[in-house]
Nanobody, 125 residues
Framework: QVQLVESGGELVQAGGSLRLSCAVSGLTFSSYAMGWFRQAPGKEREFVARIRWGAVTVYADSVKGRFTISRDNAKNTVYLQMNSLKPEDTAVYYC???????????????????WGQGTQVTVSS
C-alpha cells in the first residue's frame, strides 16, 4: 500500500521560510517522479514543482527563484523549501507520486497516481 505523509505546514509571516517534507512508503521511491501541488480555497489545484528520478526539476513561474524541490532517495522523502513567502502562497500543499506511464512534464494532477493528505501553509501579511 502506497502512503504519502506530508509535514511542515504552519502559519508564517510574509517574507519567512518553511520546509515541507513528504515521506513515501510502499514503492521504489527512487524510480518515480515526485511533485508538489497546492490548492487555495475556491481555486483549482495548481502545480508548484516536480523532480524526476534523476533530480531534474521544474517549477511554476509563480514560485521560481523562491522555492526549491529536492529528494533524498535514502530516506524516501521529497522536500519543498519555501523562501520569501507571500500571502498568495497560502494554500493546502500536497505531494504526489508521478505515474510511470506519463509521457508529459508532470505538471498536471492527472499525471500523478498517489497523493498525500495535504499540509496547510498560511502566510500572514
Amino acid at each position: 500500500q502506497v502512503q504519502l505523509v506530508e509535514s511542515g505546514g504552519e502559519l508564517v509571516q510574509a517574507g519567512g521560510s518553511l520546509r515541507l517534507s513528504c515521506a513515501v512508503s510502499g514503492l521504489t521511491f527512487s524510480s518515480y517522479a515526485m511533485g508538489w501541488f497546492r490548492q487555495a480555497p475556491g481555486k483549482e489545484r495548481e502545480f508548484v514543482a516536480r523532480i524526476r528520478w534523476g533530480a531534474v526539476t521544474v517549477y511554476a513561474d509563480s514560485v521560481k527563484g523562491r522555492f526549491t524541490i529536492s529528494r533524498d532517495n535514502a530516506k524516501n522523502t521529497v522536500y519543498l523549501q519555501m523562501n520569501s513567502l507571500k500571502p498568495e502562497d497560502t494554500a493546502v500543499y500536497y505531494c504526489a507520486v508521478g505515474s510511470k506511464y506519463s509521457s508529459g512534464n508532470y505538471a498536471r494532477p492527472s499525471e500523478y497516481d498517489y497523493w498525500g493528505q495535504g499540509t496547510q501553509v498560511t502566510v500572514s501579511s
